[in-house]
């Protein structure tokens, strides 16, 4: 699916710092953990909780974020809908990539079990 130049742009200027907050409140008001947050963040971008939180701290832009990611070979397994948009079908590798991580949250918070959102065989 294609997005806008303005919409890839603006993805890409947010801040993890700034969303991340927003994961939080997502997760543990659906009763998951930020434990589990922080596992399933790790398995998409290689990021451990303590490089996840320098992050924050640096107060990186996405753009950042996903350049110094290594992001795990299974991610293109990550399909279905977020924020109106088929994450298998965006065009942009950084919107698509920040899509994956917010469909995995929900996922998260919808109560998935770690297997499946981990997409492990």
């Avoid at 907050?21 to 971008?45: A, D, F, M, N, Q």
């Avoid at 298998?88 to 949250?105: H, S």
């Avoid at 079990?113 to 981990?118: A, D, G, R, S």
Wanted: with cysteine.
């Amino acid at each position: 699916m294609k997005t806008t130049a303005t919409h890839d742009e603006k993805i890409a200027k947010l801040t993890f710092a700034g969303v991340y907050p927003h994961y939080v409140t997502k997760v543990v008001s659906k009763g998951r953990t930020e434990e589990e947050l922080h596992e399933v963040i790790e398995w998409l971008t290689g990021f451990n909780q303590k490089k996840q939180q320098e992050l924050i701290d640096e107060k990186v832009m996405f753009e950042t974020f996903f350049q110094r990611a290594t992001l795990n070979p299974n991610a293109h397994l990550i399909t279905g809908t977020i924020c109106g948009y088929r994450v298998e079908e965006i065009e942009n590798p950084l919107t698509q990539q920040a899509r994956y991580l917010d469909k995995l949250v929900d996922e998260l918070a919808k109560g998935k079990k770690m297997e499946k959102i981990l997409r492990s065989t």
